[in-house]
């Protein structure tokens, strides 16, 4: 088992370009996120999907959309980056309920 | 709006030493505290947590104490080693909250020889 996994690694954009993060799990979980982590900040939650089918916006949405496209996986794009995205983009996915949740290993985003 | 909020920022200690963390806070509708442990490079992956209706509770060198009444809580690692050096963040989850954690701002450990 895979776990979680994240794409790309790295990535560096141009203010105002667009790209997709692409997160799946093999664990047939039920629930995923993405947070963003930035220093002195801690890990913020941008978006969940409590099942396959629904999202819902977590503490910093803005300037961020997703899409949950089967069980397996979660999408995160941003339309027009802005050097405020700048920051390491995690996924995770948990069971139904109060599960434990799984974090892939990040995307390093840096936004020019 | 900080609604976890964790000290220290970072934080020494000598092999063999007590690593003490604590986080406050303000919501008495959490009902669900987790530990997060960080390598460098790496996701966080869960430690140990806690749920109110306890105060203390164990995992090997690894100790959470819950104080309802003061809303704090804490993180405590016995006979610290070097590969403890990472960093932790507390967290915590609504009643009926989804599993939607709110993460405090982290504290970088570091274990001296």
């Known amino acids: 088992n895979a776990g979680v996994t994240q794409t790309p690694k790295f990535q560096v954009l141009k203010t105002g370009q667009s790209m997709t993060l692409q997160c799946a799990q093999d664990m047939n979980h039920n629930s995923m996120y993405w947070y963003r982590q930035d220093p002195g900040m801690g890990l913020r939650l941008i978006y969940y999907s409590a099942s396959e089918g629904t999202t819902d916006k977590g503490e910093v949405p803005n300037g961020y959309n997703v899409s949950r496209l089967n069980k397996r996986e979660f999408s995160l794009r941003l339309e027009s980056a802005a050097p405020s995205q700048t920051s390491v983009y995690f996924c995770?996915?948990?069971?139904?309920?109060?599960?434990?949740?799984?974090f892939g290993p990040g995307t390093r985003l840096l936004v020019l | 709006q900080q609604q976890v909020k964790q000290s220290p920022q970072s934080l020494i200690v000598q092999k063999g030493g007590i690593s003490i963390i604590n986080c406050a806070y303000e919501?008495?509708?959490?009902?669900?505290f987790p530990w997060y442990q960080q390598f460098p490079g790496k996701g966080p992956a869960l430690l140990i947590a806690?749920?109110?209706?306890?105060s203390e509770k164990k995992e090997g060198r690894f100790t959470i104490s819950f104080n309802k009444s003061a809303k704090q809580f804490s993180l405590h690692i016995m006979d610290s080693q070097p590969g403890d050096s990472a960093t932790y963040f507390c967290?915590?989850?609504?009643?009926?909250?989804?599993?939607?954690?709110?993460f405090g701002t982290g504290t970088q450990l570091k274990v001296e020889l």
């Open positions: 806690i749920r109110p209706d306890v």
């Open positions: 919501n008495t509708a959490f009902d669900y």
């Open positions: 967290a915590a989850d609504l009643t009926g909250g989804g599993n939607k954690l709110t």
């Open positions: 995770a996915s948990s069971g139904t309920g109060r599960q434990t949740q799984y």
